[in-house]
């Protein structure tokens, strides 16, 4: 029988949207405030020379600036106030993740609810501001070795600097989690996502102006286009996919009343570490090459070979790129998901995987799953991320989207039309009801 949520479900359409007014309203807001943030990657830091500094980054985009140039959505490009992004705060969310999984403190906070949430998040925006403050001044430093980029190099530049850039990544954060509360959509993933999108059209222009040159063939342009077709339908595809783990809770009385027993599942996602180990490995990787096209050429023989290799397109680039997508893989997901804290909340709610005793038994199971699928989702993200490589290696092709960019986009735009739909059910479901008291007074 079909329940009244799945029949909502199933008649869900956006006509829905023009009756919704906060959905709106929330729609609005995050489009203000996105815009705040475009408008922002144009304002240039002070004491710059732009013309310099273009053809600066022109010779290290192919290093880690051009990658986080991809996420600041070209704010390092134009050197602008917000050319950190919201990456400082990534970072630090990760590491207080890492830190609670060490330490008992951090642990226990954790599991205190709401308030321990509060206080990890008020040590991770202490955080972000220490780890801002330190990569501006390392970017002033750096600008003021670039050649003649800086026109006044000295202490006020570096301290002007670091304030402005650590000033833009906080109030980055802030509009982040003000479009959380108030917007739609998980707010620092919508920040990256307008900036990777926002460079898109200059991305395609480029690719139909080689074309119509003659650099680039017709076909490989529509090869190019069907493929991203592809991998985009691949990524929804393996973004959506689960194993669902079958979860028992026996018949319980409550007074003179006896409930039967219910069933439910464990969802656990394909891909449980999501965009991070492509974006660990590829700032690892790309970190040598940025350092050594910094130094032009300066360094012991053995790094400038390293640097070499691991230049996109070549055999130890991929196969580096393959394994440490695969460790991060790992890695994060025994982070983000403890199957002995999850087993315990089964046992304490009464609840047991069918065949499996409760207790370090299902931990050992959900473990064994847990391992067995993130082997095929850590192969999952190397091919989405190995595909683009291999086209702009070998192929010569100018794809902007790479493979990590491509499961940014997808996954966010997921979740964000994910969230939207909850909105239009919720307010389908208040509709009913208020028909269904209507129809009471009227009997």
Not at 284 to 303: H, I, S
Not at 372 to 389: F, H, K, Q, S
Request: glycine residues 10%; contains cysteine; proline residues 4%.
């Amino acid at each position: 029988m079909v329940s009244a949520a799945e029949q909502l479900a199933a008649n869900l359409n956006f006509g829905a949207l023009a009756k919704a007014d906060e959905l709106k309203k929330r729609i609005w807001f995050t489009l203000g405030a996105l815009l705040v943030y475009r408008l922002g990657t144009y304002i240039p830091l002070p004491g710059i020379d732009p013309n310099i500094w273009e053809q600066v980054f022109r010779s290290q985009s192919g290093g880690i600036l051009g990658m986080f140039n991809m996420f600041a959505g070209g704010g390092i490009h134009r050197m602008a106030i917000f050319a950190l992004n919201i990456m400082p705060y990534i970072s630090a969310s990760i590491i207080v993740q890492l830190l609670t999984t060490v330490s008992p403190q951090l642990e226990a906070l954790k599991k205190e609810g709401e308030a321990g949430r509060k206080t990890l998040n008020q040590y991770t925006r202490y955080l972000t501001v220490i780890l801002a403050a330190f990569q501006s001044y390392g970017i002033a430093i750096g600008l003021e070795g670039a050649g003649n980029v800086v026109s006044d190099p000295g202490m006020f530049f570096r301290l002007s600097t670091t304030i402005t850039l650590t000033g833009g990544t906080m109030f980055l954060m802030w509009l982040g989690e003000q479009i959380t509360s108030r917007g739609i959509g998980n707010g620092i993933s919508l920040i990256i996502l307008s900036g990777i999108v926002a460079e898109l059209p200059a991305a395609l222009a480029n690719m139909l102006e080689l074309g119509r040159q003659g650099a680039m063939s017709t076909g490989l342009i529509l090869i190019v286009i069907v493929m991203a077709v592809a991998v985009i339908a691949f990524i929804v595809f393996m973004e959506r996919a689960q194993r669902r783990l079958l979860i028992q809770y026996p018949k319980r009385q409550v007074g003179n009343k006896m409930f039967e027993g219910q069933s439910s599942h464990l969802p656990l996602k394909l891909n449980t570490s999501g965009v991070i180990p492509p974006i660990f490995a590829s700032s690892l990787l790309l970190l040598p090459t940025t350092v050594a096209n910094f130094n032009a050429g300066k360094g012991p023989e053995w790094f400038q070979w390293i640097t070499t290799q691991l230049s996109h397109g070549r055999p130890l680039f991929l196969f580096m790129y393959l394994a440490l997508i695969v460790f991060f893989a790992f890695f994060y997901t025994a982070i983000v998901f403890n199957p002995t804290e999850t087993a315990d909340n089964l046992k304490k709610h009464g609840g047991f995987i069918p065949g499996i005793r409760p207790g370090e038994r299902t931990a050992e199971y959900i473990d064994y799953v847990l391992s067995r699928i993130t082997v095929v989702g850590a192969i999952y993200l190397a091919i989405v991320c190995l595909i683009p490589e291999i086209l702009i290696s070998y192929a010569s092709v100018p794809f902007y989207f790479g493979g990590t960019s491509l499961l940014i986009v997808v996954s966010v735009t997921m979740d964000t039309v994910a969230q939207v739909q909850g909105y239009l059910l919720a307010h389908q479901y208040e509709g009913l009801i208020r028909k269904s008291k209507l129809r009471g007074r009227r009997r």
